[in-house]
C-alpha cells in the first residue's frame, strides 16, 4: 500500500535514470546459476535469463529503505554503468547527463572503468583498501546496498547448487568466501551499520552453509 507524499524525494531525474540505465543493460543477464551435476536443463529456465536490471532495482531499493536520497538512488541505477557498459565514455556521458556528485559515487563502487582490468586478486585488494579510506557516508550506503544484494544472491544460489557455485566466481570458492568476508568486516568496522548487519548475516550464513556442505562430504 502507499500514500502521496507532499515532499516527494525522487523527481524526474530519477525516472531519467532508472530509463538510462535500463537501456544501458538491455542486453545483460545476471550470471547464469548453474544446473547441478547431471541435472538435465529445462525447456525453459527463467533463471537462466533474469535482466541484469533486476539487480540495479534491487540495490536502489536497500539504498531507499535505508535512508539514500535521490542522488544515492541514481547513483545505485548507475553503479555499473561505468564499468560494465562503456569505461571512459560512459563516465563522461553520466557526467554530462547526471552531474559530478553522480560520477564520484559510481566511480567509488567500480574496482576498474572496464579497460585494462589488472587481476582479480589484485583489484579486490585494491577495492578494498579503498573502501577502507572511505568515510563518505553516501558512497558506503551505495557500495553496502550492492553487496547486501550480491551477498544475499550468492547465498539463495550457493543453497539452489552447492559447490557448483564457484565455477562462475575467478576468484573461485576461497577467494569468493574471503572477499565477502573482509567485506563484511569492513561495513562492520566503518557502516552504514543496519545494512552492515544485514551483511554479516548473510556472509556468516554463507560460511556455515559451506562449513555443513563440507563436513557432510567427509563423514
Do not use: Q
Not at 96 to 113: K, N, P
Not at 148 to 159: C, G, K, P
Amino acid at each position: 500500500m502507499s500514500e502521496r507524499s507532499k515532499s516527494p524525494k525522487l523527481t524526474s531525474r530519477f525516472e531519467e535514470a532508472l530509463t538510462y540505465a535500463a537501456r544501458a543493460h538491455w542486453d545483460h543477464i545476471r550470471k547464469v546459476t548453474p544446473r547441478r551435476k547431471g541435472e538435465a536443463e529445462p525447456a525453459h529456465d527463467p533463471a537462466k535469463e533474469i535482466p541484469y536490471v533486476a539487480h540495479l532495482l534491487g540495490v536502489t531499493s536497500l539504498v531507499l529503505e535505508n535512508g539514500g536520497g535521490e542522488d544515492e538512488a541514481i547513483a545505485a541505477l548507475l553503479h555499473d554503468a561505468i564499468e560494465d557498459t562503456g569505461g571512459p565514455a560512459r563516465r563522461e556521458d553520466i557526467r554530462g547527463r547526471f552531474g559530478d556528485e553522480i560520477v564520484r559515487i559510481v566511480e567509488a563502487c567500480s574496482d576498474s572503468d572496464g579497460e585494462n582490468k589488472a587481476p582479480w586478486d589484485e583489484r579486490k585488494r585494491a577495492y578494498l583498501a579503498h573502501l577502507a579510506a572511505t568515510t563518505d557516508s553516501k558512497i558506503r550506503l551505495v557500495t553496502a546496498c550492492d553487496k547486501l544484494h550480491n551477498t544475499r544472491a550468492v547465498l539463495s544460489d550457493y543453497e539452489k547448487v552447492g559447490e557448483e557455485l564457484w565455477k562462475r566466481f575467478n576468484g573461485g570458492r576461497e577467494g569468493t568466501l574471503w572477499y565477502y568476508r573482509a567485506l563484511a568486516d569492513e561495513f562492520a568496522r566503518g557502516g552504514p551499520a543496519d545494512v552492515a548487519t544485514e551483511i554479516g548475516r548473510a556472509v556468516s550464513t554463507l560460511e556455515e552453509r559451506v562449513r555443513t556442505a563440507d563436513l557432510k562430504r567427509t563423514t
